[in-house]
């Protein structure tokens, strides 16, 4: 578990055999979305405080869904590591709601894998699978996500 009482991830057992599911809570869409993202560097190192925040990299996605918007924010991060070598943190999460798509841009920062990173578990994608983004009551929100490895 990661953050106070109000915001954290937590990893939950017994959703899936080999995949790891991930429950956030927190008081903002972004910290959700930042959240989600820690939880993927706490899967893929063993202690992501050691990632060095020397790399600065942009994301801008949309979709018209919020809950598969976390997903492909995820799975963004999940295609630079694969292609770049780039294990990321955001440090910005903008969303902002229009008429007719939902737009999530993202200012990160993290470092190349080959400075020294031991990969702990290799994620392969954020599945469809139980997910969820929504506004639980007026001041929390909560997602569910189940990362394939």
């Known amino acids: 578990m990661s953050g106070n009482s109000k915001e954290y991830f937590e990893f939950v057992e017994d959703i899936t055999l080999a995949d ?8 903002t869409v972004e910290k959700i979305f930042t959240l989600n993202a820690e939880a993927l560097l706490h899967v893929c190192l063993e202690d992501p405080s050691k990632l060095d925040k020397v790399t600065k990299y942009h994301i801008l996605l949309q979709h018209n869904y919020l809950d598969l918007l976390l997903v492909k924010f995820l799975n963004e991060l ?13 440090e910005t999460i903008h969303i902002v709601y229009s008429k007719d798509v939902i737009v999530c841009e993202v200012d990160c920062i993290g470092d190349y894998i080959t400075n020294g990173y031991d990969i702990n578990v290799d994620p392969k994608a954020i599945t469809m699978h139980k997910v969820k983004c929504e506004k639980i009551n007026n001041d929390e929100w909560e997602s569910f996500i189940v990362i394939d490895v």
């Open 78 to 90: 999940i295609f630079i590591k694969d292609t770049k070598g780039l294990l990321l943190y955001p």
């Open 20 to 27: 790891i599911a991930v429950h956030c809570r927190a008081k």
